[in-house]
């Protein structure tokens, strides 16, 4: 045996290899690994516009936080400004049923004071007649009587 032919019949069957390698071999391998690339890359990008979609979820988050404190803080605003004009609005009705109740005081106090006048007009009323019959120890006539006591009244 020769070792040119050898060489040869090894050459020949090595370049066989190579193109039935080639041919049928090497395609279905290069597109697994041309797909798994794509699946990579795809996953990368991925990640990467979830990552981004995140950062922006994080934004939106602290805007609306924000918001929320400042909508948050005006509404105690207002419930402190409402708190206190119901505090003047309770004192105003306050101030205005006080001085109701001093006026309906005076009007009784008046009320009062005019009946006392009324009875110690009639008390001395009467005891200027018992006074006078004491004096006079006589008896005088009820319509001259009755005169004398209405003058005396509207005197007093």
Partial sequence: ???NA????????FAILV???MKFVWPPLM???EERAKRIADGLAQAERG???????HKRASEVL?????KASEIIA?????ASQVVEESKGAAKEEGERIIAAAQ???????YRAKEALRQQVADLAVAGAEKILRREIDAKAHADLLETIKAEL
């Fill in 19 to 21: 193109w039935f390698t």
């Fill in 31 to 33: 597109a697994a690994m």
């Fill in 66 to 70: 924000h918001e929320a404190k400042s």
């Fill in 6 to 13: 050898t060489l040869i019949g090894q050459a020949i069957t």
């Fill in 1 to 3: 045996m020769n070792i």
């Fill in 78 to 82: 207002q419930s402190e400004k409402r």
């Fill in 107 to 113: 009007a009784e106090i008046q009320q009062e004071v």
């Fill in 51 to 57: 990552k981004h979609e995140l950062e922006l979820a």
